[in-house]
């Protein structure tokens, strides 16, 4: 009976067609008992005889990989697989998998509450009110304003689809330029510079890798609107946490918000010092049960095909099935 490791914790808290998925198809199913992404010291006690690993932010690194002699899947619980060493795994003909499309409305959602949270400064008017004050701080509309998108990928386009309605103007960043959607939704393609220069809104929504590593550092920083706002619901990664902290501290921006950090959960990030300037959030981006549900039966869905030897349909990296031939 094959082994699979469930680390994912929205995944193993919910009860649903995404747990029935891996019983009905007979494994042995092994979670552990820590409450958040796990190490790699950690992981390496869990994995040692599994078949497969179905993983959320837990570090699956090469010498996790390496210690799982057996291991032929890694299934992410999500899109991004930065927590995940693509290269180890497919040099040992180890399959991962991730879940497209699962969650691009929860997050994009997620983007739109953080914009209309730091706008109209709910965090500071919440406190104000339970502490029994009656303060108030000036926000600013949407209306007029305009939205700069670093990625318009799905979540980016989602973001699209639900600002419409705000009679916002919108700018984008992207290599890959989806011309047709960008002609149908009045989004007009710039450089990096020129949007962080006229966007009174930057929200990030590209892939975190080795060349979009502090994407967002010093000199994009000081290339922001005087005022504006950076909200990140992508990678924490992404972001210069130092410069964001100083551009933050100096006045140079209004606020940030964010979902994600380079750290997490960001214990030593000097972001936290900064009080209502910044609304931050656990990485809850994607956690809907909507999304949690349809993302888990996705995640199981890809362990049961390449345990069976199907291709998965979220399959990220193909040639691992030419190092395990």
């Known amino acids: ?14 009860q649903g067609d995404h747990w029935r998925v891996l019983q009905d198809a007979g494994y042995e199913i092994i979670t552990p008992e820590q409450d958040q992404p796990l190490k790699e010291a950690e ?12 993983v959320g932010n837990d570090a699956v690194t ?6 799982a002699p057996h291991l032929k899947v890694i299934s ?13 795994a497919t040099h040992a003909g180890v399959v991962v998998t991730n879940t497209p499309g699962a969650n691009q409305v929860a997050v994009a959602e997620m983007t739109v509450a953080l914009i209309m949270a730091l706008t109209r400064k709910l965090a500071y008017h919440d406190t104000v009110v339970k502490s029994g004050g009656w303060s108030r701080i000036i926000g600013t509309e949407l209306a007029g304003k305009t939205v700069g998108l670093v990625g318009l990928g ?5 973001v699209v689809l639900r600002l419409e309605g705000f009679q916002v103007k919108f700018l984008a960043y992207d290599v890959y330029k989806d011309n047709t959607f960008a002609a149908e939704h009045s989004v007009r393609f710039v450089e990096l510079n020129e949007l962080l220069a006229e966007s009174d809104i ?26 504006a706002y950076l ?30 950090f380079a750290e997490e959960p960001p214990i030593n990030s000097p972001l936290l010092q900064l009080g209502d300037k910044v609304l931050l959030a656990p990485h809850l981006g994607a956690q809907t049960t909507e999304t949690v549900l349809r993302m888990g039966k996705m995640a199981a869905e890809n362990i ?3 345990l069976k030897g199907e291709r998965p349909v979220g399959l990220v990296n193909p040639d691992a099935y030419l190092m395990a031939g």
Request: no cysteine; net charge negative; hydrophobic share 45%.
């Open 231 to 260: 909200v990140n619901t992508a990678r924490g990664g992404l972001v210069d946490e130092e410069a964001l902290y100083r551009a933050l501290v100096e006045n140079r921006l209004a606020g940030a918000g964010l979902d994600v």
């Open 154 to 158: 799905r979540i980016g386009k989602e």
């Open 43 to 54: 992981m390496i006690s869990l994995i040692g005889d599994v078949e497969a690993v179905l």
């Open 62 to 67: 090469e010498n996790v990989i390496a210690a």
């Open 1 to 14: 009976m094959p082994k699979v490791l469930v680390t994912a914790r929205s995944f193993r808290k919910m």
């Open 76 to 88: 992410k619980h999500g899109v991004g697989v930065d927590n995940v060493d693509v290269p180890a």
């Open 202 to 227: 930057v929200t990030l929504h590209a892939v975190l890798t080795s060349d979009t590593q502090g994407f967002i550092g010093e000199k994009e920083l000081a290339h922001m609107k005087p005022g």
């Open 304 to 306: 049961v095909q390449v």
